[in-house]
T-cell receptor, first 113, second 114 residues
Framework: EPEVTQTPSHQVTQMGQEVILRCVPI?????FYWYRQILGQKVEFLVS????????KSEIFDDQFSVERPDGSNFTLKIRSTKLEDSAMYFC???????????FGPGTRLTVL | AQKITQTQPGMFVQEKEAVTLDCTYD???????LFWYKQPSSGEMIFLIY??????QNATEGRYSLNFQKARKSANLVISASQLGDSAMYFC???????????FGAGTILRVKS
């Protein structure tokens, strides 16, 4: 069964460093999302991406964040200069059509020291 | 105002019994979808069940069913014949319109006792 994959599973970085979180959505899916979950808290939406552009972003998704779909299969989230409060689990999700189910990847746990 | 409310921070259920996890939602969009996800201690988000606002019947997927009461804006998850492996965090989520983000509730931790 096709699934969303994410790499790495765990990333440790120093404050101020850039990180790139990678996702491979399910191959025929058209809608892509990033969410984050700070430990013990609810899942929060970051950004949605459709037709090679951002369709919606949250207040969290400020200028430090960017997304890219560089090659038609990968979907990346870049954090330019990480802060301590960026420590969280980051989930990528994808769905085929506008009314379909979102399937989540296993997440990348980001720890900023 | 909270879009998704899960009022039960934690629940216990005896193995083999049924359990209901509550979820209420708030939206003025006539087209919306309601989702339940399971998050085990390993952290991944596993899709369980979906209910569309226009669906006439309650959704079912194996041991999972969704008690959808549109007038009351509730979408409770019912797990029948609980198993030890059902112990996890359960999130209710809503999508308003089409192609849009999911908004999650705070979650309910379910513990199944043997």
């Amino acid at each position: 069964e096709p699934e969303v994959t994410q790499t790495p599973s765990h990333q440790v970085t120093q404050m101020g460093q850039e990180v790139i979180l990678r996702c491979v959505p399910i191959s025929n899916h058209l809608y892509f999302y990033w969410y984050r979950q700070i430990l013990g808290q609810k899942v929060e939406f970051l950004v949605s991406f459709y037709n090679n552009e951002i369709s919606e972003k949250s207040e969290i998704f400020d200028d430090q964040f960017s997304v890219e779909r560089p090659d038609g299969s990968n979907f990346t989230l870049k954090i330019r200069s990480t802060k301590l409060e960026d420590s969280a689990m980051y989930f990528c999700a994808s769905q085929f059509g506008a009314a379909d189910t979102q399937y989540f990847g296993p997440g990348t746990r980001l720890t900023v020291l | 105002a909270q879009k998704i409310t899960q009022t039960q921070p934690g629940m216990f259920v005896q193995e083999k019994e049924a359990v209901t996890l509550d979820c209420t939602y708030d939206t003025s969009d006539p087209s919306y979808g309601l989702f339940w996800y399971k998050q085990p201690s390993s952290g991944e988000m596993i899709f369980l069940i979906y209910q569309g606002s226009y669906d006439q019947q309650n959704a079912t997927e194996g041991r999972y069913s969704l008690n959808f009461q549109k007038a009351r804006k509730s979408a409770n998850l019912v797990i029948s014949a609980s198993q030890l492996g059902d112990s996890a965090m359960y999130f209710c989520a809503m999508r308003e319109g089409r192609g849009n983000k999911l908004v999650f509730g705070a979650g309910t931790i379910l513990r199944v006792k043997s």
